[in-house]
C-alpha cells in the first residue's frame, strides 16, 4: 500500500504530492516496536512454560513477521 494514499485519505487532502518525513518516521517507529514487542513476547514466552507459553510465540512471530512486512513496504515505496 502507498504510504502517501493512505496519508491522502487520513487527512483528507487529495491531490497532494508534498508530505513531510513525519508520518514515515511515526510509521518505522510503529513497526520497530511492533518486532521489539514480538521479540519480548517470543522471550517470555520461552521463560514460562504453561499453556499460554505457545500463543506467546505464535503472537510474538506474528508481530515480527507484521513488522518486517510494513518495514519492506515502507522501503519499496520511498520516493
Request: proline letters at 0%; glycine letters at 12%.
Given at each position: 500500500?502507498?504510504?502517501?494514499?493512505?496519508w491522502q485519505i487520513a487527512t483528507h487532502r487529495r491531490g497532494t504530492r508534498d508530505m513531510s518525513d513525519r508520518p514515515r518516521r511515526l510509521l518505522v517507529v510503529g513497526m520497530t516496536l511492533a518486532i521489539?514487542?514480538?521479540?519480548?513476547?517470543?522471550w517470555l514466552a520461552s521463560t514460562d512454560?504453561?499453556?499460554?507459553?505457545?500463543?506467546?510465540?505464535l503472537t510474538g512471530a506474528a508481530l515480527v513477521i507484521l513488522?518486517?512486512?510494513l518495514w519492506a513496504a515502507v522501503e519499496r515505496n520511498k520516493s
Open positions: 500500500m502507498d504510504y502517501r494514499l493512505a521489539l514487542a514480538g521479540v519480548h513476547w517470543i512454560r504453561d499453556t499460554a507459553s505457545a500463543f506467546g510465540s513488522g518486517a512486512l
